[in-house]
């Protein structure tokens, strides 16, 4: 055995298992499939418990993959050897990242480090530059000057996306893309989340529900709206009526909307806002107002964010895990670095419902 290769023996076995796998992989040493688990315990010597717990942080990172009835895949074989050669990753984004919501922010610093444990360098590229003006000189610039390997594309206009996808150039879009836009792409899986926020409504007897969003024009944003919109179908309490308003993306235009909805001659009982920072702003306005909330209205947020968990009454929403969505992110830029054929183009995640405060049952409203 290589002298460049050392067995651990130390207390962290599992951890230094993973850091020998890991160096034999980035050293081309296995390029397709790892040994079986009987040989690697025998080379490591250590034990099959201690070895897969090796191979499960290995997954996590990326690295490896398990394959039922094969043994564990190797993903990033022969990415080391191509670095040499300058291999690299970048992601454009109209918002600088210290004004991202949290979410975005976490799952792009997880991105980040999933890159950059497998040697290849992940640019940012943010401002608005990018994606106004004459955007497609701005984009031939671009890639003439930094190209990557794969482009990530995050909250990206359709003619941005239009032009990486007409010029060919490798990308995936952190979203949906627009329509008519064949890219590969890793969102929420909106319409689900919809369909289950209507129907908690629904179950919890409310008939009238309003949806503000003011991301209708974005791939994921549109599909919310379309989801809204529809509705649900008849079911034995009678039909849901439901409306989506864009509210803009001032907050003034947001209060002043909530304020004209809630003077309807039949006001919503539930409210599903789009953003996890129009939902506190909904909220403390209402708040304000002298509406109670659930008693009054009840609010669910389509996003999640950490700072929600400090408001009260604590709101239910829908919370997407950022390691999730990054190493889903991962996986999609892998297969365009390695240039493997995509087949999958659409990848959803499905967020987790939290059930928070905010949200009554009309029947027991009307008998308390």
Request: proline residues 5%.
């Amino acid at each position: 055995m290589s002298s460049e290769f050392e067995i651990p023996h130390r207390v962290s076995l599992a951890s230094q298992a993973g850091a020998y796998i890991r160096a034999g992989v980035r050293s081309g040493r296995w390029r397709e499939w790892l040994p079986s688990e009987r040989a690697l315990c025998e080379e490591l010597q250590v034990s099959r418990f201690t070895l897969r717990a090796a191979l499960k942080e290995l997954a996590r990172e990326g690295v490896t993959e398990p394959v039922p009835q094969k043994g564990t895949r190797i993903l990033v074989s022969g990415i080391a050897k191509r670095n040499s050669s300058g291999v690299s990753v970048g992601i454009v984004t109209p918002d600088r990242l210290s004004n991202v919501r949290p979410h975005y922010a976490l799952w792009i610093s997880k991105l980040r480090d999933l890159l950059l444990r497998n040697e290849i360098p992940f640019h940012v590229y943010e401002g608005r530059r990018h994606f106004e003006g004459k955007v497609e000189e701005r984009l031939e610039a671009l890639q003439r000057q930094s190209p990557r390997d794969c482009w990530i594309l995050h909250l990206a206009t359709k003619p941005v996306q239009r032009w990486f996808h007409e010029n060919r150039v490798p990308c995936v879009v952190a979203g949906t893309p627009a329509r008519a836009i064949d890219l590969p792409f890793v969102d929420i899986d909106n319409r689900a989340l919809c369909a289950h926020a209507l129907g908690h409504f629904y179950g919890k007897g409310h008939r009238k529900v309003v949806y503000l969003h003011d991301d209708g024009r974005t791939g994921g944003g549109r599909i919310c709206v379309n989801a809204i919109e529809r509705g649900l179908e008849r079911y034995s309490g009678g039909p849901l009526d439901v409306s989506a308003i864009d509210i803009g993306a001032s907050l003034e235009n947001c209060l002043s909307t909530v304020d004209r909805l809630m003077k309807w001659s039949v006001p919503p009982t539930g409210i599903f806002v789009g953003s996890s920072f129009k939902c506190v702003a909904v909220m403390s306005h209402l708040q304000s107002r002298g509406v109670r909330i659930p008693e009054d209205v009840s609010i669910i947020c389509r996003e999640n964010d950490h700072f929600l968990n400090y408001y009260r009454p604590n709101p239910s929403r829908y919370a997407a895990d950022p390691a999730l969505f990054a190493k889903r992110l991962y996986g999609a830029t892998m297969k365009i670095v390695k240039r493997e054929v995509i087949t999958k183009r659409a990848d959803f995640v499905l967020p987790d419902f939290v059930e928070g405060e905010s949200v009554a049952r009309i029947d027991e409203l009307k008998t308390s």
